[in-house]
């Protein structure tokens, strides 16, 4: 019998840091990564009642996991033949709240809608065929809705022009990326990743990896943090994406927030603990530089990049990234992904620190309602 572990040092390692001891690194993960069941129905995906779906960021989410859904049924006009030549003639997959899920909401239609988290594009399809009344089934490559990438302003998506550019853009569209972005929003990784985040190395890379960590004393090349006392959050990375490359010149350090930031990289899931803890540190070691909205940008997680996208074209002054919250004893009791101290106002990713922030007179938004009161918030801000 198999039990699931999970422990969060990052407290821990915080409390030994700031005590001046040496921390030592270990590793507690194992070869067998046990899965819930509802991963596995995830994975295969199911019909749910609507309002257990959970849109609290914007993104669809169920008992703590990122979702997508879908209608299933390819009935009408006997579509289901097109569709299973072409998934773009099918019903689009849905990432996040947005217009058209509104739409459905209003006329009931929800009882119809699949859940999975599986990430290779391909979905389960059926209809009924018309003429023979016969159940027809198989899998499609469907295309994800436009106005979920609008809603969220996925890779700048909203300020592409409509037309081929969208289209263009939608054919593209790789869900490991989008879940991979809003990775720090969930609990959960998707079925699979976790297995899959140390997939494909050679045998001998974890004595590469502390070699080539320790010749680097343990700083990120990209942002310069110094992970000494925090070495699991460092990794390294293959510059020319080639893992089985383990030669010193396509090696180099990078905290996990940096390495999840390069191309490609979309089977890097960070916890939204370990960015926070990072900020910490960049910010403790004063590495929190900003000089202009890339700066901005390449500190910030991923998760808010549609929010800073739409914030720097309304020309508002540059925000602190993540900004620590104090209380009147000078306790953290909330970290702010985007802040404006002296207006106090600011942007979260967790419910609870936007609560807490805002008992101390914030006004915090999350990421969903920074972009769909955007224009209120810009205005807040000059």
Known sequence: ??????????????????????????????????????????????????????????LASYQGRQVLLYIKDHSYNNKIYTVLEDGSNGNRFHVADCEMLERMRQKGRFDRYVVTNKLDGMFPVSGTDNRTNELVEGETDLSVCQYCLEATNFQKFASLKRGAPRRDFVQNFKLADFF???????????????????????????????????????????????????????????????????????????????????????????????????????NAQGLNVKENWQDVYDLADPGIHGVIDLLEKYHVSLPEVGEEIQNEKKEVVAELELAWPLKKVGIAIDKPEAIEATKLGWKVYSMRHALSQIDQLASSLR
């Open 1 to 58: 019998m198999a039990f699931k572990l999970t422990v969060d040092f990052s407290s821990l390692d915080q409390a030994v840091s700031q005590m001046g001891a040496e921390l030592i690194e270990f590793d507690l993960e194992s070869k067998v990564i046990p899965i819930e069941p509802i991963d596995r129905k995830l994975n295969e995906g199911f019909e749910v009642n609507f309002e257990d779906i959970e849109f609290d960021t914007g």
């Open 180 to 282: 991979d972005t809003y990775s720090s929003f969930f609990k959960f990784m998707p079925t699979g990743v976790a297995s899959n985040q140390t997939s494909h190395y050679t045998k001998d890379w974890e004595t590469v990896s502390k070699r080539i960590r320790e010749k680097f004393n343990y700083q990120c090349q990209q942002c310069g943090l110094d992970l000494a006392q925090h070495k699991r959050l460092l990794h390294v990375h293959h510059i020319n994406g080639v893992k089985s490359d383990n030669s010193d010149s396509n090696l180099t350090p990078l905290c996990c927030d940096c390495h999840r930031k390069q191309p490609d990289h979309q089977h890097m899931f960070i916890k939204h603990e370990e960015t926070k803890l990072i900020s910490h540190l960049r």
